[in-house]
């Protein structure tokens, strides 16, 4: 169904009335049980949230926190936050104390739903006693005041409430994977022309699956899974934890999924660690096996329905999707930005290219700069910074382009590029300037490694710091492992540095023992290196490791 101008609440009572027998939203509460939730039920409880909101009688537009895992309460608390004429903040589910203290109080909210979290423990102390908390079901135990009983206990919303296009109603905070989390406001109108040129593009229909399980806080979930199920009225299902994802996705059977690339990266590496490539290819060669190969890996996988498959967030290396495609899985690439609603560019059925992050989606307009910068006009581009006039200009060009940050290119047909950020770029002793992303997306090509940083400012070449795949880590002790890796990575290191110009080649690898996670700060929530952190972890001992002069070299 195609709509025209419709912004979000206005589609929450379109489907009240439509479809309100119909399922929208199945929620796993453990032990393999589910609740369903009728479009009907879940605007019923989400009018009764926003009656009890109103009834707070806070000051209008305040904003309202909302931290928690994916689940059907998360999306019912968004309506209900707009519905009692307010504007909702996510705060992504693995962030610290001090993080959630910097978001509460910048962004000013004055309540919290806190939800389906596993770090609770050490988030709690960053939230400010003057913030009301409400509680989901699937929260950690507290003294809160719960959903159940709020929706109890208040009758229903009884009128459909409107707001204005341009009104704010998320201010989104950056996963600060640069310094301190940026608030980014959006507007209704943002969201609505997001999610119609999205499912223009994807001709996502009403009979789509899909499984959320990306944080919500990230505008690729809210656009693609949140709003895109908003506007095109299909079933969304949610993932219970890490441990149960495999069975997740078995009662979904999406039709539709995206993901980022780290977790296809670990999905591959999962089959891979049960079919190795070398028996993978050749049985790919038998005609009549090949099909039930490729059937059954999707199968394992949970894709096997899949019709469309997405990855966004950061790059994919092509060896990946080359794998992915295969398999006869269409992957695409998407590129865009918390700043854009992630409404800029997506490749496109029979026509994506290998390396390119695709075309201009409807209403945008691209152009590169002259020193290389991507620069984008979007219908999804954000109303400013909050509270940061200063930031907010220097955003965007005069002529209102935003500035990515980017570097990049456009082939002919009009399919975009992405070739390093502009601030990543670092110079050599030598005064050349090297951009990291390129070289270490050839590294990620090895199935063995997981993350990989490119560094060496200042050096006479670059230098790659890895972290080893998480199947592969256990092994490092065996001695006999650890040679058989170099041997691989010193191969691997010869084949890189013969593609790049001579002032790119990389000098030797270092193969970490420590683990980038989120948990010490090495990652964002959406999984994208800290380089700033990475670099300052290990600054003291770069020196050391070129002086070894060795290829490949253990931490």
């Known amino acids: 169904m195609h709509t025209t101008n419709k912004l979000p609440l206005d589609m929450v009572y379109h489907w009240e009335t439509t479809k309100a027998n119909s399922l929208y939203l199945t929620q796993p509460i453990g032990d393999g049980k589910v609740v369903d939730y009728t479009w009907g039920r879940a ?8 009656s009890y909101l109103k009834s707070l009688s806070l000051p209008e537009k305040s904003r309202i926190g909302l931290i928690s895992k994916n689940c059907a309460h998360w999306i019912m608390t968004d309506w209900a936050i707009w519905m009692a004429g307010h504007v909702s903040v996510p705060l992504y589910p693995t962030l610290n104390a001090d993080t959630v203290t910097y978001v509460l109080n910048h962004a000013e909210c004055e309540v919290l739903f806190v939800g389906k979290l596993d770090g609770w423990d050490t988030m709690k102390p960053g939230v400010p006693d003057s913030v009301r908390c409400i509680s989901y079901p699937l929260s950690p135990p507290n003294d809160f005041e719960t959903w159940d009983d709020i929706v109890a206990k ?11 296009g341009d009104e704010l109603a998320t201010v989104v905070y950056t996963s600060g994977s640069t310094g301190q989390p940026k608030g980014v406001m959006l507007s209704f109108r943002n969201m609505a022309l997001a999610a119609e040129g999205g499912l223009e593009v994807l001709q996502v229909s009403s009979d789509e699956r899909m499984l959320s399980y990306l944080p919500m806080a990230h505008v690729f979930e809210r656009t693609f899974v949140e709003l895109a199920s908003l506007y095109a009225g299909f079933h969304l299902f949610f993932a219970e934890s890490l441990d149960t994802f495999v069975e997740d996705m078995k009662r979904a059977q999406p039709t539709l999924f995206l993901s980022v690339p780290r977790l296809w990266v670990r999905f591959q590496q999962g089959v891979l660690q049960k079919l190795p490539q070398k028996k993978l290819d050749t049985l790919l060669k038998i005609p009549i096996v090949n099909r039930l190969i490729k059937k059954k890996i999707l199968k394992g996988l949970g894709l096997d329905k899949a019709k469309l498959a997405g990855s966004g967030s950061a790059p994919l290396a092509s060896d990946v999707l080359d794998w992915y495609r295969n398999l006869g899985l269409e992957l695409l690439e998407g590129y865009g930005m918390t700043e854009n609603f992630a409404y800029s560019h997506i490749n496109k059925f029979g026509r994506s290219r290998t390396g390119y992050v695709g075309e201009a989606m409807p209403g945008v307009e691209t152009r590169i700069s002259p020193e290389g910068e991507i620069l984008v006009k979007s219908p999804g581009s954000m109303m400013g910074y909050y509270k940061d006039e200063e930031k907010t200009r220097e955003a965007f060009t005069e002529d209102g382009f935003l500035k990515t940050g980017d570097k990049g290119e456009i082939d002919e047909m009009g399919r975009l590029k992405i070739t390093g950020r ?27 490694i997981e993350l990989v940083c490119v560094s060496g400012a200042n050096q006479t070449q670059p230098f790659a710091m890895i972290q080893l795949a998480e199947g592969v880590r256990p092994k490092m002790a065996d001695a006999d492992f650890r040679k058989e890796i170099e041997a691989s990575f010193t191969e691997l290191v010869d084949k890189v540095n013969k593609t790049v110009d001579p002032h790119e080649k990389l000098a030797f690898v270092i193969i970490v023992s ?3 996670s989120m948990e010490n700060s090495f990652l964002t929530p959406t999984l994208k290196l800290k380089r ?21 070299l253990w931490q």
């Open 43 to 50: 605007v019923d409880e989400a009018r009764r949230m926003a």
């Open 422 to 448: 502009m601030k990543e770029i670092f110079k050599t002793s030598k005064g050349k300037y090297i951009a990291p992303a390129p070289i270490e997306n050839r590294l990620m090509a090895h199935q063995s």
């Open 532 to 552: 700033n952190v990475v670099e300052e972890a290990y600054e003291s001992q770069v020196n050391e490791w070129y002086a070894k002069r060795q290829k490949v």
């Open 154 to 164: 208040y009758p229903p919303l009884e009128e459909n409430v409107q707001r204005e």
């Open 514 to 516: 420590d683990e980038w």
